[in-house]
T-cell receptor
């Protein structure tokens, strides 16, 4: 299995509070991705990174920001959490333009 | 824009029976295609991938998939299902992201497989 960890694994937070999720990899892969998984939608891309300090938006980026200051860490921030952001968040990595490997996920509940 | 359709939300098969999970994709160029499996509370594990070449690809855990360009399909098969195969299965199509490279995956909504003993 690819060396990917996500923290926290579970989080409950209140509407309006900022939340940061962390993805850490030990594979030295160039590309990192954040997805959210919701019933009936599969996984949808939020943001991705193609190198340190190089990021771009995915299809559902509103309300989210990301940062990557080191190759191994990719942070996802919910600037002001809303109930619609209750979801399971997955980080993925890839070394090439091809297959992606996923972390164990973070279950976020916004009350 | 690419899209993926998995027409079966739930499938139930008996242990030892054969399995076929359907996947149809829409993409303007030659697609990169993937099947992932997700067990409850777990992340996604890559089962197999198709990039080019032989249209029948073999994956882990005894799974295979066949790419049929004329039907825009990439169906997943297994000759004999084991109880441990019960999970959710996702088909995905990849497109190269122009900014910086990388591969944008578009997922289907998944097929939940139940295995009866």
């Amino acid at each position: 299995d690819a060396g990917i960890t996500q923290s926290p694994r579970h989080k409950v937070t209140e509407t309006g509070t900022p939340v940061t999720l962390r993805c850490h990899q030990t594979e030295n892969h160039r590309y990192m991705y954040w997805y959210r998984q919701d019933p009936g939608h599969g996984l949808r891309l939020i943001h991705y990174s193609y190198g340190v300090k190089d990021t771009d938006k995915g299809e559902v980026s509103d309300g989210y920001s990301v940062s990557r200051s080191k190759t191994e860490d990719f942070l996802l921030t919910l600037e002001s959490a809303t109930s619609s952001q209750t979801s399971v968040y997955f980080c993925a990595i890839s070394s090439t333009s091809f297959e992606q490997y996923f972390g164990p996920g973070t279950r976020l509940t916004v009350t | 824009a690419q899209s993926v359709t998995q027409p079966d939300i739930h499938i139930t098969v008996s242990e030892g029976a054969s399995l076929e999970l359907r996947c149809n994709y829409s993409y303007g160029a030659t697609p990169y295609l993937f099947w992932y499996v997700q067990s409850p509370g777990q992340g996604l594990q890559l089962l197999l991938k198709y990039f080019s070449g032989d249209t029948l690809v073999q994956g882990i855990k005894g799974f295979e998939a066949e790419f049929k360009r004329s039907q825009s399909s990439f169906n997943l098969r297994k000759p004999s299902v084991h109880w441990s195969d019960a999970a959710e299965y996702f088909c995905a199509v990849g497109a190269l992201i122009l900014t910086g490279g990388g591969n944008k995956l578009t997922f289907g909504t998944g097929t939940q497989l139940k295995v009866e003993l």
